[in-house]
């Protein structure tokens, strides 16, 4: 089945850094990657849509200056966290869609758990 | 009123026992409804889907109200493995991944 790979899984951060969490698809071309971002106790809320090799479409409310996204091939998204602060500290996930096995089906990486100190 | 809205929990149920959960959302125009299940700091994992005429996958039954704007799950025969955070999920339309997410039911499945 469709495999997605997300990295780091944790990573600490000093306040005022960059973060850069990957998304890969292993078995399929994934034309489509969403992120999404999770704070304690609350709902998974997407961030962005990214089409590969077009700009990402922010949701309301999310800084596309802040949170850059990615997605240069059919296999890799990035999403980084710029000039990170302790309020960004929270579970990102990306999810992914596309061609072959990950078609018609929408594959969740397992999760970057950020901490800004 | 939220898009998505459930019980929080947590539900302590003994192993064997049934238990229900349930969920409404706010859009009228929602295409499809799923039920996610998120173990504790990992990424949710989709359980089953939801159709209108009801379905049924193994000890689990997924039910759907348009009209209230309802979905349950009945789980049967719980086991200490069910333990988890079942997500209730809608698709307003649009693209796959544009999901939105209810807070989850804390589910503890006590030997």
């Known amino acids: 089945g469709a495999v997605v790979s997300q990295h780091p899984s944790r990573v600490i951060c000093k306040s005022g850094t960059s973060v850069k969490i990957e998304c890969r698809s292993l078995d399929f071309q994934a034309t489509t990657m969403f992120w999404y971002r999770q704070f304690p106790k609350q709902s998974l809320m997407l961030m962005a849509t990214s089409n590969e090799g077009s700009k990402a479409t922010y949701e309301q409310g999310v800084e596309k200056d802040k949170f850059l996204i990615n997605h240069a091939s059919l296999t890799l998204s990035t999403l980084t966290v710029t000039s990170a602060h302790p309020e960004d500290s929270s579970f990102y996930i990306c999810?992914?869609?596309?061609?072959?096995?990950?078609?018609?089906?929408?594959?969740f990486g397992a999760g970057s758990r950020l901490t800004v100190l | 009123r939220k898009e998505v809205e459930q019980d929080p929990g947590p539900f302590n149920v003994p192993e064997g026992a049934t238990v229900a959960f349930n969920c409404t959302y706010s859009?009228?125009?929602?295409?499809?409804f799923f039920w996610y299940r998120q173990d504790c700091r990992k990424e949710p994992k989709l359980l089953m889907s939801v159709y209108s005429s009801g379905n049924e996958d193994g000890r689990f039954t997924a039910q759907l109200n348009r009209a209230s704007q309802y979905i349950s799950l009945l789980i049967r025969d719980s086991k200490l493995s069910d333990s988890a955070t079942y997500l209730c999920?809608?698709?307003?339309?649009?693209?796959?991944?544009?999901?939105?997410f209810g807070k989850g039911t804390k589910l503890s499945v006590k030997p």
């Open positions: 999920v809608v698709n307003n339309g649009g693209s796959q991944g544009n999901l939105i």
């Open positions: 859009n009228s125009a929602s295409q499809s």
């Open positions: 999810s992914a869609t596309g061609l072959g096995a990950g078609a018609n089906v929408l594959t």
